[in-house]
């Protein structure tokens, strides 16, 4: 069930952040007590791709900001099935990117989800 989850979340952002536009920097999450986040291979490479794409441009790790927080993202699709579409996050919908791939998709979608346990 939750590869099924992570896979169709990975597709839907494989539609919604590529690479391109500003070289922002993703912001490092706090890692939870006894656990360091920047130690995982998953976090570190996901944090790179977000680093080298645009969707700073309307996420943040931790506040709203055009998008919803990936954290928020993180605790709503921790254990449930991903339904993407409009609509799900508000009216406003998010640009595609058909040149992501769905390998580097699915790892920004692994650093989203590990965002849970930091929270």
Same mark, same amino acid.
């Given at each position: 069930?939750?590869?099924?989850?992570?896979?169709?979340?990975?597709?839907?952002?494989?539609?919604a952040c590529g690479s391109g536009g500003d070289k922002k920097e993703a912001a490092p999450a706090p890692?939870?007590?006894?656990?360091?986040?920047?130690?995982?291979?998953?976090?570190?490479? @996901?944090?790179? &791709? *977000?680093?080298? #794409?645009?969707?700073?441009?309307?996420? +943040?790790? @931790?506040?709203? &900001? *055009?998008?919803? #927080?990936?954290?928020?993202?993180?605790? +709503?699709?921790?254990?449930?099935?991903?339904?993407?579409?409009?609509?799900?996050?508000?009216?406003i919908p998010m640009t595609a990117h058909p040149q992501l791939s769905e390998a580097d998709a699915k790892?920004?979608?692994?650093?989203?989800?590990?965002?849970?346990?930091?929270?």
């Amino acid at each position: 069930m939750k590869k099924i989850s992570i896979t169709l979340f990975a597709l839907m952002l494989l539609g919604a952040c590529g690479s391109g536009g500003d070289k922002k920097e993703a912001a490092p999450a706090p890692a939870s007590a006894g656990s360091s986040l920047s130690s995982n291979p998953d976090y570190q490479k @996901g944090l790179e &791709l *977000i680093a080298k #794409s645009d969707c700073l441009t309307c996420h +943040k790790v @931790g506040e709203k &900001l *055009i998008g919803p #927080s990936y954290k928020d993202v993180s605790a +709503k699709y921790e254990s449930n099935d991903v339904k993407g579409g409009q609509g799900v996050w508000g009216q406003i919908p998010m640009t595609a990117h058909p040149q992501l791939s769905e390998a580097d998709a699915k790892q920004m979608v692994k650093y989203i989800l590990l965002l849970k346990t930091a929270q």
